[in-house]
């Protein structure tokens, strides 16, 4: 459903009532986003459905949204995202652990050691562990490490401690491995960490994530008044249940990848290449997956945007190459064999894996990624930007099919400023991949109905669109204009 249109609201005469219905809707979001996050809550069976019931509540709120004077739309969008994030960040992460590595990183960096150096059950960093991080285990009757579910108000790793193989719980995940983090990331760990003290637990990177995503909404409101776009869409991505659950409460910093990204097809818009190429060197320099971007971004002066954002993400992992030598690397390689990018599994290439086995999967999805590229690299122009980065995104995560929901959040900004509101289907896909229970029946089979669903509906609205600009009388929803 297109959220720029909407009937009249009943009562609209009433200058009131637009906002009475936002608080309403508003505050019943924050509720369940509430309710979403709160530990031990009935979510936990279902978590998808949530999910889609807040998606559900934020069309009808931007459908309200369009009501209200446009000199006020800021503002009350800034205010929803405040009342949403105050509950988002009332509980700690709820899907995710990544953030306690975050502050693990940035804790060390304080102490003035690498996050390269050190895996976080060495011993050496003993004296720097904070006990929201860390515990003491026991021992089992086989001799594993036994952690309370609860200990650390996420999920707790059972671990050993280094050299000693004592028993240690941590909120870390992967606690035997180095960081996988670029040096972007932990400049913003270490900027974090810096400002509060190391007993201060997860709320920190949550209000980081706020914060950013309310400088990103601050962006997007920009562009869409200066190209005469509705305001009010910036909501999207601000009340949206995937920021409010991924960037704030579970504070990935994949929220910063994706604002660096509007920030450099901003200024490659505005004719400034040179800096756009840092912005995006410094998003790469944040995730790595952000340079999934590059096609759609050298269409102006390529060779400064590219030198620019090389020198960039160069000049931020000096520091870290002199500090931990090749240890930079981090635990990188390995992660991308544990999770199944060099190799058919899983529901890695899900789409692919629909119609061949064995190595052609992984075959037939990098074709298909180099096809997306060139066309976003052969037409992408200062007026198509927005709709062609959602292309080369949208299409690459939906090709890929990663596990990971918060990879969505470099997608959802350009899928507002292009307003193809069907590549809103892969953030449900990677929702639902990530959500649904693993040891379910079918699993497989739900995630990659999920990802041909979203397929579809990205196929279909193309086709639709085709038809609308090239079949004279054809009957179709031009949801550009609507």
Not at 41 to 61: F, K, Q, R
Not at 116 to 145: C, I, M, N, Q
Not at 153 to 179: H, K, Y
Not at 450 to 473: D, N, S, T
């Amino acid at each position: 459903m297109d959220p720029t249109s909407a009937e009249p609201v009943p009562g609209a005469g009433s200058r009131f009532t637009p906002y009475l219905l936002l608080t309403g809707l508003i505050a019943v979001g924050a509720v369940l986003l509430w309710w979403m996050v709160l530990p031990g809550n009935p979510y936990d069976p279902a978590p998808v459905l949530g999910s889609c019931v807040s998606w559900l509540l934020l069309i009808a709120a931007v459908r309200i949204l369009r009501h209200v004077p446009r000199r006020r739309i800021g503002a009350v969008i800034i205010a929803g995202t405040v009342l949403l994030g105050v509950a988002a960040m009332s509980a700690p992460p709820r899907t995710s652990n990544d953030s306690a590595r975050y502050a693990w990183d940035g804790i060390v960096q304080k102490a003035g050691i690498s996050p390269y150096s050190f895996v976080p059950v060495d011993e050496t960093l003993a004296d720097h562990r904070p006990a929201w991080l860390f515990a003491p285990g026991t021992s089992g009757p086989d001799g594993k490490t036994l952690c309370p579910d609860d200990l650390f108000g996420t999920e707790s790793v059972a671990a050993s401690g280094f050299p000693s193989g004592d028993p240690l719980c941590t909120a870390i995940n992967r606690p035997q491995v180095p960081t996988i983090y670029p040096p972007a990331a932990e400049i913003y760990f270490f900027a974090v960490r810096l400002a509060v003290p190391d007993t201060l637990g997860y709320l920190p990177f949550q209000l980081g994530g706020l914060l950013i995503s309310a400088a990103a909404t601050l962006m997007l409101m920009r562009v869409l008044a200066r190209t005469g776009m509705p305001v009010h869409l910036a909501a999207v991505w601000a009340w949206s249940p995937l920021v409010q659950l991924e960037a704030v409460n579970n504070a990935h910093v994949d929220v910063l990848g994706g604002a660096l990204i509007v920030a450099a097809g901003m200024l490659l818009a505005s004719g400034k290449p040179l800096r756009s190429g840092v912005a995006f060197g410094a998003a790469v320099a944040t995730k790595l997956i952000p340079v999934i971007a590059a096609p759609a971004l050298l269409f102006k002066r390529p060779a400064h945007f590219t030198i620019a954002a090389l020198a960039t993400f160069g000049a931020l992992y000096v520091p870290y190459l002199l500090a931990a030598g090749a240890g930079v690397l981090g635990f990188l390689p390995g992660y991308l064999k544990e999770e199944g990018y060099s190799q058919s599994g899983g529901i890695r290439f899900g789409l692919a894996q629909i119609v061949s086995a064995g190595p052609w999967p992984l075959l037939l999805s990098a074709a298909a990624l180099a096809v997306v590229a060139l066309v976003a690299l052969r037409t992408t122009n200062a007026g198509n930007i927005w709709e062609r980065q959602t292309l080369m995104i949208g299409l690459t995560l939906l090709i890929v099919s990663p596990n990971y929901p918060w990879y969505a959040l470099m997608l959802l900004p350009f899928i507002v400023l292009s307003r193809r509101w069907e590549y809103i289907t892969v953030i449900l896909a990677l929702d639902v991949i990530y959500m649904v229970p693993s040891g379910i029946p079918d699993k497989d089979m739900i995630n990659k109905s999920v990802l041909l669903a979203a397929a579809l509906a990205v196929a279909v609205a193309a086709w639709l669109r085709y038809r609308a600009r090239f079949v004279p009388g054809s009957i179709t929803t031009d949801w550009n204009h609507q």
